[in-house]
């Protein structure tokens, strides 16, 4: 049995099919972690929700922040932007399966392998939060998608503010803060005030900003986590972090990692691409 994680799919369903052809994927066998950005931008995010679906538990996903684009599109919160392709799922007959599938899904997650424990995000963690508290967090967010009120949480969720973490913070302003960690989140002050208006490569910050997993003494520095989210941030392996958003909607590749006996133990698998839309 093997274990896998794999970065932004975007609706590019090709892209997917190649790649878990690529690594010999088995549903009876194998296990595969989506980081979230299932949908948008791509050709065919109707096929790839639906391989999702149909995987019965074999592929199992995290929300990114193009996901719960998609649930607001769905419920009039948001209008479709220019550079949307999710029109053909919105009209599809399933529309409603795929839209109920994903609302389930949660913000994080978390696996242990090998006695180890591996934290799934889409985007980042904030650093005073621990890898438990992020999981307790995004649970808090699952149940409000998961619940009645749902719609209303839809309505409530954009917005910048707070861009700070409080544990005092509540309603509205508490779920918000934690979709922006972690579906948003590239970089942030020492403090870990949140930014919002910059996805330039990681080498190249912003004045007074860091990458999130570069500030200094993150509660989570000792745990492995692997996020997707930033395509110009790339592949990267370091021991306790993984990215793995390689630009596949771009013209990249679509990523994955293959792990061994342990976490520790990581093949990087990928296939190319072609550009389902222009950068910038």
Not at 51 to 75: K, V, W
Not at 101 to 129: I, N, T
Not at 193 to 212: H, I, K, N, R, Y
Not at 227 to 245: C, E, K, Q, V, Y
Request: net charge negative; hydrophobic share 45%.
């Amino acid at each position: 049995m093997a274990l896998y994680c794999a970065g932004d799919i975007q609706g590019c369903a090709d892209a997917l099919e190649r790649l878990l052809a690529h690594i010999g994927f088995s549903p009876s066998r194998d296990t595969l972690y989506l980081l979230g950005d299932l949908v948008n931008r791509g050709p065919d995010s109707a096929a790839v929700v639906r391989h999702c679906m149909a995987a019965e538990g074999s592929i199992l996903a995290l929300l990114g922040n193009h996901d719960l684009h998609l649930l607001a599109l769905a419920h009039g919160v948001r209008p479709l932007s220019r550079r949307d392709t999710l029109d053909a799922l919105l009209k599809a007959d399933d529309r409603n399966a795929m839209l109920d599938w994903l609302r389930q899904q949660p913000l994080a997650r978390s696996v242990v392998h090998g006695g180890e424990r591996l934290l799934m995000v889409h985007a980042g963690v904030l650093p005073q939060w621990s890898a438990e508290q992020a999981l307790a967090l995004a649970g808090e967010v699952h149940g409000a998608l998961r619940g009645s009120a749902w719609p209303q949480f839809l309505q409530q969720m954009y917005g910048n503010q707070p861009d700070r973490w409080n544990d005092t913070l509540a309603g509205a302003e508490r779920l918000r803060a934690i979709v922006n960690a972690l579906t948003r989140l590239r970089f942030c002050t020492s403090e870990g005030v949140m930014d919002f208006s910059s996805s330039e490569a990681a080498a190249t910050p912003p004045a007074g900003l860091l990458p999130w997993f570069d500030v200094p003494g993150r509660a989570t520095q000792n745990s492995l986590i692997a996020f997707g989210h930033w395509s110009t941030l790339g592949w990267m392996n370091r021991p306790h972090l993984l990215a793995l958003d390689t630009g596949c909607v771009w013209g990249g590749s679509l990523s994955a990692v293959r792990f061994g006996a342990t976490l520790a133990d990581r093949e990087h698998c990928e296939v190319p691409c072609p550009r389902a839309q222009q950068p910038g």
